[in-house]
């Protein structure tokens, strides 16, 4: 594990929210067309309590996306002037819990804050992690062609460069292809060896 595991959920389901912009990656829609897409979001990354969301909280939760998608484009500078600004937007407030026996962890906001401030507020604190672990470089941009999906490294080599099973699976079977189609002779993978060329 390279960070503690609410944390690494905190990242990844930052990283989700990101990804549900439209045009987000290769021709996709809106994934928060309508409060019940934002209900099922937040079902999908296990947040608890709370009220159910309503139209304003779809707004801003929309409009939260871009702050957070400059995080994976900014500096350790950049990144911690915005962490800061989230925290003081979210009038953040760590208190140390135990619930449903996740064990001891913080939460930043209470449970009957508004869904775009805690939503805003943990990934901030989830943040403030990446940063005092110098971690910066595992926030990363799909290296798949027209995808700028982003998404978390949390691969101990810090060699994942794909944001999701599907590109990574899209973009081998692209270079299979390409090496294919350059040696000319079906079943051949790769360059033909360039015949030598002997003296007299
Ligand atoms: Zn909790
Ligand atoms: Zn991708």
Redesign the pocket.
Known sequence: MIFAH?TELALQAAAALVNTSPGASLGRGEALSTVTDLAGFLQTWRW?GGRPPTEADLTEVRALRPRLRKVWHGDDTAIADLVNALLRDGRALPQV?D?DG?GW?I?ATRDTAPWPQRMAVEAAMALVDVLRNDAVDRLRTCARDGCDDVFVDLSRNRSRRFCDTTCGNRENVAAYRASWAGSGEPGIVGTPPTPVRRGR
């Open positions: 609410d608890s819990v619930h996740f962890h939460h």
